[in-house]
């Protein structure tokens, strides 16, 4: 399991010129890739795995206060792309990104730039729920107790119960804080995982699948979540779900074979799809 505070360092991130050269950019994407008031801006992305590139000179933006899904066919790059807004691609052996990303204005691939306060402030929450083998308390406090967040137990106290609040969760394990994360439900966990997150005071929050292992009513709880969440931070979501991308999300990014096919706004997208390629996925002719 990997945790906040492991330190991993980054793979040689130099690209060849005849890796550039054989670098195939996307087809122009349609629909258009910014907002007027973008927390995180990507430009030109490539993703490569040795010589096999899965995400093909992709831009976009991620606004303030709003959830942007990201929908497409299995194996399309989906999870690469979430991966790179907080350079958990560094942990892969062989993963290479060039382009451009950056949180507000700062440069996320900068080589000063340490991963680690990163992967707080763009947090990311998986589709299996990963509860530390720890304490419920302990599953919140850790991340806010490695990052120097609290001054001393009462406030840790309270960082927690707010924490736990935001997710939904408080009045569930509020009298069983000492026993284990792991003893919850799924849908238990994935919220812990949530707060988890949000204890150290993120701006992003990237969800790869998060209701894939879920029952309906558990995520129904998580989509009512991932709306009160938008309040506060920037959420990109992927989801195989069409259905939980309408519900949840204002703006709806397709990719196919790692070119962003098509951005928009998330009614538009699935009511008025303007590539061919995105309207055979969305009518269930593809993927
Ligand atoms: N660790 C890895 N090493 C090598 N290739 C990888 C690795 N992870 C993903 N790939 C490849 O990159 C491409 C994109 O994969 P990715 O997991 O991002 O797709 P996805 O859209 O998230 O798919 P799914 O919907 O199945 O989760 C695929 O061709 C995949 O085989
Ligand atoms: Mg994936």
Redesign the pocket.
């Known amino acids: 399991m990997s945790t906040m505070a492991e330190v991993i360092e980054p793979t040689a991130g130099t690209i060849s010129a005849a890796d550039l050269a054989s670098s195939q950019h996307s087809r122009a994407t349609v629909g258009d890739v910014t907002v007027a008031d973008p927390r995180m801006t990507c430009r030109g992305v490539d993703v490569w ?2 010589a ?1 590139q ?2 093909k000179g992709v831009s976009l933006d991620i606004g303030k206060h709003e959830v942007v899904s990201m929908i ?12 790179c807004l907080n350079r958990m691609n560094d942990t ?1 052996d ?2 290479r990104v060039t382009g451009s990303i950056k949180l507000d204005d700062v440069d996320i691939y900068d080589a000063g730039l340490d991963p680690v306060p990163l992967r707080a402030q763009v947090g990311m929450v998986f589709q299996k729920p990963n509860p530390f083998p720890k304490s419920i308390y302990e599953n919140i406090a850790y991340g806010p107790r490695i990052h120097g967040l609290t001054n001393n137990k009462a406030e840790l106290d309270d960082l927690v119960e707010t924490s736990l609040r935001k997710a939904g969760l408080w009045e569930e394990v509020k009298d069983r804080l000492d026993q284990p994360g792991t003893g919850l439900s799924g849908g238990q966990q994935q919220r812990l995982c949530i707060a988890r997150t949000i204890a150290v005071s993120p701006e992003v929050i990237l969800m ?2 998060p209701c894939s292992a879920l029952d309906p009513i558990a995520t129904a709880i998580i989509e009512e979540l991932i709306d009160e969440l938008r309040e506060h931070y920037s959420i990109a979501i ?1 989801t ?1 779900s069409m259905q939980q991308a309408a519900r949840v999300s204002q703006r709806t990014a397709y ?1 196919h074979l ?1 070119d962003l096919i098509e951005v928009g706004e998330t009614n538009d997208i699935f009511t008025n799809p303007k590539h061919k390629l995105t309207e055979d996925y969305i009518t269930g002719r593809f993927g």
């Open positions: 795995y040795g096999k899965a995400i497409g066919p299995s194996g399309c790059g989906k999870s690469t792309f979430l991966r892969i062989g993963c790869d699948e992927v195989h990719f790692g």
